[in-house]
Nanobody, 117 residues
């Protein structure tokens, strides 16, 4: 059974940094374009960042450009999200999954990021 496990969230002050990780078990995502998504309380899940299978193309939602960096480690089948200069509006549960809807697997538990002002 495929499972995505996100980690690295926590409570930080505005301006702080966190590094999120996503590990897939049950299958490899090494050749799949992957993305990070987030969902704040009372809001729909939204796209944050994506990286193609080669690691050569990345894409970000405007609100995180220049602050977040997505990367992947093939040896560990892991996708990372380095988040710098965090803002209170970044507070949300963060999830990873395939970028394209037709390649997605069931969503994991996510990792909570809370940014205090």
């Amino acid at each position: 059974q495929v499972q995505l496990v996100e980690s690295g969230g926590g409570l930080v002050q505005a301006g702080g940094s966190l590094r999120l990780s996503c590990v897939a078990s049950g299958r490899t995502f090494d050749y799949v374009d992957m993305g990070w998504y987030r969902q704040a309380p009372g809001k729909e899940r939204e796209f944050v960042a994506s990286i193609d299978w080669s690691g050569g193309r990345t894409n970000y939602v405007d609100s995180v450009k220049g602050r977040f960096t997505i990367s992947r480690t093939y040896a560990a089948s892991t996708v990372h999200l380095q988040m710098n200069n965090l803002r209170p509006e970044d507070t949300a549960a963060y999830y990873c999954n395939a970028e394209r809807a037709e390649r997605r697997v069931p969503w994991g538990q996510g990792t909570q990021v809370t940014v205090s002002s």
